[in-house]
Protein backbone atom coordinates (compact mmCIF):
# COMPACT_ATOMS: atom_id res chain seq x y z
CA UNK A 1 0.00 0.00 0.00
CA UNK A 2 1.18 3.62 -0.83
CA UNK A 3 1.47 5.82 2.49
CA UNK A 4 -1.24 7.90 0.65
CA UNK A 5 -3.69 5.11 0.77
CA UNK A 6 -2.53 4.06 4.04
CA UNK A 7 -3.55 7.27 5.38
CA UNK A 8 -6.82 7.19 3.30
CA UNK A 9 -7.01 3.46 5.00
CA UNK A 10 -6.63 4.90 8.49
CA UNK A 11 -9.50 7.76 8.70
CA UNK A 12 -12.04 5.55 6.67
CA UNK A 13 -11.45 2.81 9.71
CA UNK A 14 -11.37 5.53 12.10
CA UNK A 15 -14.61 7.33 10.91
CA UNK A 16 -16.25 3.79 10.94
CA UNK A 17 -15.58 3.72 14.62
CA UNK A 18 -17.24 6.55 15.77
CA UNK A 19 -20.34 5.49 17.14
CA UNK A 20 -23.66 7.63 16.34
CA UNK A 21 -22.64 7.59 12.19
CA UNK A 22 -24.16 4.78 10.13
CA UNK A 23 -22.95 4.42 6.88
CA UNK A 24 -25.64 6.28 4.85
CA UNK A 25 -24.99 9.42 6.94
CA UNK A 26 -20.83 9.08 6.38
CA UNK A 27 -21.16 8.65 2.60
CA UNK A 28 -23.44 12.35 2.92
CA UNK A 29 -20.94 13.36 4.66
CA UNK A 30 -18.11 12.47 2.51
CA UNK A 31 -19.86 13.98 -0.42
CA UNK A 32 -20.43 17.45 1.14
CA UNK A 33 -16.62 17.49 2.23
CA UNK A 34 -15.35 15.61 -0.92
CA UNK A 35 -11.56 13.77 0.76
CA UNK A 36 -12.48 12.05 4.07
CA UNK A 37 -9.40 14.38 5.68
CA UNK A 38 -11.96 17.22 5.60
CA UNK A 39 -13.85 15.98 8.30
CA UNK A 40 -11.07 15.42 10.70
CA UNK A 41 -10.07 19.12 10.34
CA UNK A 42 -13.54 20.66 10.92
CA UNK A 43 -13.84 21.81 15.35
CA UNK A 44 -16.94 20.25 17.11
CA UNK A 45 -19.06 23.58 16.35
CA UNK A 46 -18.29 22.93 12.41
CA UNK A 47 -19.25 18.48 12.69
CA UNK A 48 -22.31 19.35 14.20
CA UNK A 49 -23.31 22.05 11.76
CA UNK A 50 -23.37 19.39 9.26
CA UNK A 51 -25.37 17.14 11.32
CA UNK A 52 -22.99 14.84 13.45
CA UNK A 53 -24.41 14.27 16.92
CA UNK A 54 -22.56 16.68 19.49
CA UNK A 55 -20.95 13.39 21.06
CA UNK A 56 -19.58 11.84 17.59
CA UNK A 57 -18.57 15.22 17.05
CA UNK A 58 -15.90 15.51 20.10
CA UNK A 59 -14.69 12.19 19.29
CA UNK A 60 -13.91 13.05 15.85
CA UNK A 61 -12.13 16.54 16.77
CA UNK A 62 -10.26 15.08 19.23
CA UNK A 63 -9.34 11.75 17.36
CA UNK A 64 -10.23 9.61 20.25
CA UNK A 65 -10.16 6.96 18.02
CA UNK A 66 -7.55 7.20 15.90
CA UNK A 67 -5.07 5.06 18.08
CA UNK A 68 -7.54 1.70 17.26
CA UNK A 69 -7.65 2.59 14.04
CA UNK A 70 -4.26 2.76 13.94
CA UNK A 71 -3.48 -0.43 15.58
CA UNK A 72 -6.23 -2.12 12.91
CA UNK A 73 -3.99 -1.07 10.04
CA UNK A 74 -1.11 -2.18 11.24
CA UNK A 75 -2.42 -5.35 12.29
CA UNK A 76 -3.88 -5.40 8.08
CA UNK A 77 -0.44 -4.66 6.83
CA UNK A 78 1.57 -7.61 9.03
CA UNK A 79 -1.29 -9.85 8.48
CA UNK A 80 -1.73 -9.71 4.53
CA UNK A 81 -5.21 -8.29 4.85
CA UNK A 82 -6.28 -5.82 1.94
CA UNK A 83 -8.68 -3.00 2.73
CA UNK A 84 -11.25 -1.86 0.37
CA UNK A 85 -11.89 1.60 0.67
CA UNK A 86 -15.14 3.10 -0.55
CA UNK A 87 -14.36 5.96 -3.94
CA UNK A 88 -10.94 3.55 -4.43
CA UNK A 89 -10.05 2.15 -7.49
CA UNK A 90 -9.71 -1.65 -5.74
CA UNK A 91 -13.28 -1.05 -4.68
CA UNK A 92 -15.79 -3.60 -6.03
CA UNK A 93 -17.69 -1.80 -8.82
CA UNK A 94 -21.02 -3.82 -7.99
CA UNK A 95 -21.11 -2.83 -4.24
CA UNK A 96 -20.41 0.62 -5.24
CA UNK A 97 -23.58 1.02 -6.72
CA UNK A 98 -25.71 0.08 -4.07
CA UNK A 99 -27.23 3.59 -1.72
CA UNK A 100 -25.31 2.41 1.62
CA UNK A 101 -21.89 0.72 0.49
CA UNK A 102 -19.38 -0.40 3.49
CA UNK A 103 -17.08 2.38 3.60
CA UNK A 104 -13.85 0.18 4.15
CA UNK A 105 -14.15 -3.91 3.32
CA UNK A 106 -11.31 -6.33 4.82
CA UNK A 107 -10.22 -8.68 2.89
CA UNK A 108 -8.35 -11.85 2.87
CA UNK A 109 -8.25 -14.51 -0.11
CA UNK A 110 -7.59 -14.02 -3.65
CA UNK A 111 -9.15 -10.39 -4.39
CA UNK A 112 -9.53 -11.40 -8.23
CA UNK A 113 -12.84 -13.28 -7.41
CA UNK A 114 -14.72 -9.95 -7.46
CA UNK A 115 -13.34 -9.79 -10.94
CA UNK A 116 -15.68 -12.36 -12.66
CA UNK A 117 -19.51 -12.03 -12.90
CA UNK A 118 -20.79 -12.98 -9.24
CA UNK A 119 -24.13 -14.73 -8.35
CA UNK A 120 -25.04 -15.06 -4.56
CA UNK A 121 -26.56 -18.51 -3.05
CA UNK A 122 -27.88 -18.31 0.14
CA UNK A 123 -30.86 -20.27 2.37
CA UNK A 124 -31.62 -21.97 5.40
CA UNK A 125 -29.47 -23.55 7.92
CA UNK A 126 -31.52 -26.38 8.67
CA UNK A 127 -32.07 -27.79 4.66
CA UNK A 128 -33.14 -30.63 3.73
CA UNK A 129 -31.07 -33.53 1.36
CA UNK A 130 -33.02 -32.08 -1.28
CA UNK A 131 -31.79 -28.54 -0.14
CA UNK A 132 -28.13 -29.16 -0.11
CA UNK A 133 -27.87 -31.22 -3.48
CA UNK A 134 -29.10 -28.59 -5.23
CA UNK A 135 -27.06 -25.73 -3.44
CA UNK A 136 -24.15 -27.90 -4.17
CA UNK A 137 -24.91 -28.83 -7.56
CA UNK A 138 -26.11 -25.83 -8.84
CA UNK A 139 -23.04 -23.94 -7.31
CA UNK A 140 -20.39 -26.18 -8.94
CA UNK A 141 -22.45 -26.01 -12.35
CA UNK A 142 -22.03 -22.76 -12.03
CA UNK A 143 -18.41 -22.29 -11.04
CA UNK A 144 -17.67 -24.69 -14.09
CA UNK A 145 -19.00 -21.84 -16.15
CA UNK A 146 -16.29 -19.65 -14.48
CA UNK A 147 -19.25 -17.75 -12.28
CA UNK A 148 -18.33 -16.36 -8.79
CA UNK A 149 -20.09 -17.90 -5.87
CA UNK A 150 -21.20 -15.52 -3.24
CA UNK A 151 -22.50 -16.40 0.30
CA UNK A 152 -22.53 -16.06 3.80
CA UNK A 153 -20.73 -18.77 5.17
CA UNK A 154 -23.63 -20.32 7.49
CA UNK A 155 -24.46 -23.50 8.28
CA UNK A 156 -26.66 -25.28 5.88
CA UNK A 157 -27.21 -23.71 2.27
CA UNK A 158 -24.54 -21.29 2.66
CA UNK A 159 -21.74 -24.10 3.09
CA UNK A 160 -23.21 -26.13 0.63
CA UNK A 161 -22.76 -23.71 -2.20
CA UNK A 162 -19.20 -22.78 -0.83
CA UNK A 163 -18.42 -26.49 -1.00
CA UNK A 164 -19.99 -27.15 -4.51
CA UNK A 165 -17.86 -24.31 -5.83
CA UNK A 166 -14.85 -25.44 -4.41
CA UNK A 167 -15.75 -29.01 -5.83
CA UNK A 168 -15.41 -27.58 -9.11
CA UNK A 169 -12.38 -25.64 -8.47
CA UNK A 170 -14.29 -22.38 -8.70
CA UNK A 171 -13.37 -19.15 -6.88
CA UNK A 172 -16.04 -18.38 -4.22
CA UNK A 173 -16.52 -15.60 -1.88
CA UNK A 174 -17.41 -15.76 1.98
CA UNK A 175 -19.37 -12.05 3.28
CA UNK A 176 -18.75 -12.37 7.16
CA UNK A 177 -20.91 -11.40 9.99
CA UNK A 178 -18.06 -11.12 12.12
CA UNK A 179 -14.30 -9.73 11.87
CA UNK A 180 -12.39 -11.16 9.17
CA UNK A 181 -10.02 -13.01 11.73
CA UNK A 182 -13.06 -14.63 13.62
CA UNK A 183 -13.79 -18.24 12.45
CA UNK A 184 -17.75 -18.67 12.66
CA UNK A 185 -19.44 -20.98 12.97
CA UNK A 186 -16.42 -22.61 14.94
CA UNK A 187 -16.95 -26.21 12.60
CA UNK A 188 -16.50 -24.62 9.60
CA UNK A 189 -12.43 -24.15 10.27
CA UNK A 190 -11.74 -26.33 7.35
CA UNK A 191 -13.79 -24.80 5.40
CA UNK A 192 -12.59 -21.33 6.16
CA UNK A 193 -9.08 -22.63 5.06
CA UNK A 194 -10.20 -23.58 1.71
CA UNK A 195 -12.05 -20.90 1.19
CA UNK A 196 -8.63 -19.02 1.71
CA UNK A 197 -6.62 -20.95 -0.58
CA UNK A 198 -9.03 -21.02 -3.24
CA UNK A 199 -11.49 -17.74 -2.90
CA UNK A 200 -11.54 -14.83 -0.45
CA UNK A 201 -13.27 -13.69 2.74
CA UNK A 202 -15.11 -10.16 2.96
CA UNK A 203 -15.89 -8.07 6.08
CA UNK A 204 -16.92 -4.50 6.71
CA UNK A 205 -16.45 -5.44 10.67
CA UNK A 206 -12.88 -4.61 12.15
CA UNK A 207 -10.82 -7.62 12.96
CA UNK A 208 -11.79 -9.37 16.15
CA UNK A 209 -15.32 -8.49 16.09
CA UNK A 210 -17.48 -11.06 17.45
CA UNK A 211 -20.37 -12.79 15.39
CA UNK A 212 -23.06 -10.91 16.93
CA UNK A 213 -26.79 -11.76 15.85
CA UNK A 214 -27.75 -8.01 14.49
CA UNK A 215 -24.18 -8.23 12.31
CA UNK A 216 -26.07 -11.13 9.63
CA UNK A 217 -28.94 -9.17 8.36
CA UNK A 218 -26.68 -5.78 7.89
CA UNK A 219 -23.80 -8.39 6.07
CA UNK A 220 -26.95 -9.47 3.48
CA UNK A 221 -26.64 -6.28 2.09
CA UNK A 222 -23.31 -6.98 1.27
CA UNK A 223 -23.75 -10.52 -0.31
CA UNK A 224 -26.47 -9.43 -2.60
CA UNK A 225 -24.84 -5.85 -3.39
CA UNK A 226 -21.64 -7.65 -4.55
CA UNK A 227 -23.47 -9.93 -7.31
CA UNK A 228 -25.66 -9.56 -10.93
CA UNK A 229 -28.29 -11.67 -8.90
CA UNK A 230 -29.35 -13.68 -5.31
CA UNK A 231 -30.48 -17.53 -5.82
CA UNK A 232 -32.45 -18.57 -2.95
CA UNK A 233 -32.39 -22.08 -2.01
CA UNK A 234 -34.55 -23.82 0.55
CA UNK A 235 -35.92 -20.68 3.36
CA UNK A 236 -38.49 -20.15 5.72
CA UNK A 237 -40.82 -18.13 6.57
CA UNK A 238 -38.77 -15.84 8.32
CA UNK A 239 -35.77 -16.60 6.76
CA UNK A 240 -32.48 -14.39 7.08
CA UNK A 241 -32.15 -15.28 3.28
CA UNK A 242 -36.23 -13.57 2.09
CA UNK A 243 -34.10 -9.94 3.65
CA UNK A 244 -31.24 -10.65 1.20
CA UNK A 245 -33.77 -11.09 -1.84
CA UNK A 246 -35.65 -7.95 -0.51
CA UNK A 247 -32.36 -6.27 -0.43
CA UNK A 248 -31.69 -7.50 -3.77
CA UNK A 249 -34.85 -6.11 -5.42
CA UNK A 250 -34.04 -2.59 -4.05
CA UNK A 251 -30.74 -3.04 -5.56
CA UNK A 252 -32.14 -3.92 -8.68
CA UNK A 253 -30.42 -7.36 -8.86
CA UNK A 254 -31.81 -10.37 -10.32
CA UNK A 255 -34.00 -12.63 -7.73
CA UNK A 256 -33.90 -16.44 -8.16
CA UNK A 257 -35.38 -19.36 -6.86
CA UNK A 258 -35.23 -23.27 -6.40
CA UNK A 259 -38.85 -24.44 -5.96
CA UNK A 260 -39.42 -26.70 -3.11
CA UNK A 261 -41.99 -29.33 -2.04
CA UNK A 262 -45.46 -27.33 -0.83
CA UNK A 263 -45.70 -29.27 2.59
CA UNK A 264 -42.13 -28.24 3.44
CA UNK A 265 -41.93 -25.10 5.57
CA UNK A 266 -38.18 -24.85 4.24
CA UNK A 267 -39.62 -24.59 0.55
CA UNK A 268 -41.74 -21.30 1.59
CA UNK A 269 -39.35 -18.70 0.76
CA UNK A 270 -39.01 -19.90 -2.74
CA UNK A 271 -42.25 -20.38 -3.61
CA UNK A 272 -43.15 -17.84 -2.26
CA UNK A 273 -40.72 -15.69 -4.29
CA UNK A 274 -41.55 -17.34 -7.30
CA UNK A 275 -45.36 -16.20 -7.11
CA UNK A 276 -43.53 -12.85 -7.11
CA UNK A 277 -41.91 -13.09 -9.67
CA UNK A 278 -39.02 -14.68 -9.12
CA UNK A 279 -36.88 -16.67 -11.86
CA UNK A 280 -37.88 -20.76 -11.02
CA UNK A 281 -34.80 -22.27 -11.53
CA UNK A 282 -33.98 -25.62 -12.37
CA UNK A 283 -30.66 -25.97 -13.74
CA UNK A 284 -28.00 -23.14 -14.14
CA UNK A 285 -29.06 -22.33 -17.45
CA UNK A 286 -31.90 -20.64 -16.30
CA UNK A 287 -29.53 -18.49 -14.11
CA UNK A 288 -27.44 -17.59 -17.03
CA UNK A 289 -29.77 -16.65 -19.14
CA UNK A 290 -31.37 -13.58 -17.12
CA UNK A 291 -27.61 -12.12 -16.71
CA UNK A 292 -26.54 -9.32 -19.01
CA UNK A 293 -26.18 -9.85 -22.49
CA UNK A 294 -22.65 -9.98 -22.91
CA UNK A 295 -21.85 -11.88 -19.79
CA UNK A 296 -24.82 -14.53 -20.84
CA UNK A 297 -23.01 -14.42 -24.41
CA UNK A 298 -19.11 -14.86 -23.37
CA UNK A 299 -20.24 -17.78 -20.82
CA UNK A 300 -22.56 -19.57 -23.49
CA UNK A 301 -20.37 -19.43 -26.00
CA UNK A 302 -17.33 -21.07 -24.24
CA UNK A 303 -19.99 -23.60 -22.85
CA UNK A 304 -20.49 -24.20 -26.66
CA UNK A 305 -17.01 -24.66 -27.58
CA UNK A 306 -15.70 -26.76 -24.55
CA UNK A 307 -18.65 -28.87 -25.04
CA UNK A 308 -18.53 -29.72 -21.19
CA UNK A 309 -20.83 -32.53 -19.60
CA UNK A 310 -21.51 -32.34 -16.38
CA UNK A 311 -22.70 -35.48 -15.61
CA UNK A 312 -21.43 -38.94 -15.89
CA UNK A 313 -23.94 -40.58 -18.56
CA UNK A 314 -26.31 -43.45 -17.25
CA UNK A 315 -25.84 -45.69 -19.83
CA UNK A 316 -21.95 -46.11 -18.30
CA UNK A 317 -23.70 -48.03 -15.43
CA UNK A 318 -24.32 -51.31 -14.59
CA UNK A 319 -27.63 -52.94 -14.49
CA UNK A 320 -27.10 -53.31 -11.40
CA UNK A 321 -26.20 -50.01 -10.36
CA UNK A 322 -28.44 -48.83 -12.48
CA UNK A 323 -31.32 -51.17 -10.42
CA UNK A 324 -29.83 -49.57 -6.69
CA UNK A 325 -29.89 -46.11 -8.22
CA UNK A 326 -33.44 -46.22 -8.74
CA UNK A 327 -34.40 -47.70 -5.31
CA UNK A 328 -33.05 -44.24 -3.48
CA UNK A 329 -34.73 -40.78 -4.22
CA UNK A 330 -33.23 -37.04 -4.54
CA UNK A 331 -35.29 -35.63 -2.02
CA UNK A 332 -35.37 -37.76 0.95
CA UNK A 333 -32.75 -40.41 2.34
CA UNK A 334 -32.55 -44.07 2.45
CA UNK A 335 -31.73 -46.56 5.23
CA UNK A 336 -28.84 -48.57 3.80
CA UNK A 337 -31.20 -51.99 5.39
CA UNK A 338 -33.83 -50.59 3.29
CA UNK A 339 -31.84 -50.68 -0.06
CA UNK A 340 -30.74 -53.92 1.04
CA UNK A 341 -33.70 -55.33 1.75
CA UNK A 342 -35.39 -54.00 -1.84
CA UNK A 343 -31.89 -54.97 -3.37
CA UNK A 344 -32.00 -58.33 -2.61
CA UNK A 345 -28.03 -58.75 -2.62
CA UNK A 346 -25.27 -59.51 0.27
CA UNK A 347 -24.10 -56.60 2.64
CA UNK A 348 -20.80 -56.94 0.82
CA UNK A 349 -21.84 -56.35 -2.48
CA UNK A 350 -24.26 -53.76 -1.92
CA UNK A 351 -21.60 -51.94 0.33
CA UNK A 352 -19.47 -51.69 -3.13
CA UNK A 353 -22.05 -50.93 -5.33
CA UNK A 354 -22.88 -47.50 -3.23
CA UNK A 355 -19.19 -46.77 -2.76
CA UNK A 356 -18.88 -46.93 -6.40
CA UNK A 357 -22.22 -45.04 -7.41
CA UNK A 358 -20.35 -42.53 -5.04
CA UNK A 359 -17.40 -42.21 -6.50
CA UNK A 360 -19.00 -42.40 -10.14
CA UNK A 361 -20.93 -39.26 -8.68
CA UNK A 362 -24.40 -40.16 -8.31
CA UNK A 363 -25.04 -41.03 -4.71
CA UNK A 364 -24.41 -39.69 -1.61
CA UNK A 365 -23.33 -41.05 1.91
CA UNK A 366 -25.28 -38.97 5.01
CA UNK A 367 -24.39 -40.23 9.09
CA UNK A 368 -26.27 -42.59 10.17
CA UNK A 369 -25.69 -45.12 7.24
CA UNK A 370 -28.35 -42.64 5.31
CA UNK A 371 -27.95 -42.60 1.04
CA UNK A 372 -29.49 -40.38 -1.23
CA UNK A 373 -29.31 -39.87 -5.08
CA UNK A 374 -27.60 -36.66 -6.56
CA UNK A 375 -29.62 -34.46 -9.19
CA UNK A 376 -27.80 -34.96 -12.39
CA UNK A 377 -28.57 -31.42 -14.36
CA UNK A 378 -30.50 -32.74 -17.55
CA UNK A 379 -31.10 -36.38 -16.46
Not at 58 to 73: D, F, G, K, Q, V
Not at 129 to 149: C, F, K, N, V, W
Not at 160 to 182: E, K, P
Not at 310 to 329: F, H, M, P, W
Request: with cysteine; aromatic share 6%.
Amino acid sequence: MSSDFERKAQQAIELTLVPGIGELFRRRLLGACREISGLFSMDIPGLTRVGIPLASAEALATRRYRPMSEEILDWCLKEGCRLLVSGDAGYPAMLQEIHDAPSVLYARGNISCLDCSCLALVGTRRPTPYGLQMAEGLASDLAHRGITIISGLARGIDAAAHRGCLSANGRTVAVLGCGIDVVYPREHGHLTRRILEQGLLLSEFPPGTSPAPQNFPVRNRIISGLSLGVLIVEASEYSGSLITARLALEQNREVYAVPGNVTSPHSFGPNYLIKQGAKLVQSWRDIVEEFPAEERREILAKEAQSGTRTQARLDLLSEEEKRVLGLLETDSATQFDRILAASGGGVSQLSDMLFNLEMKGWVRQLPGSLYVRLIRPGE
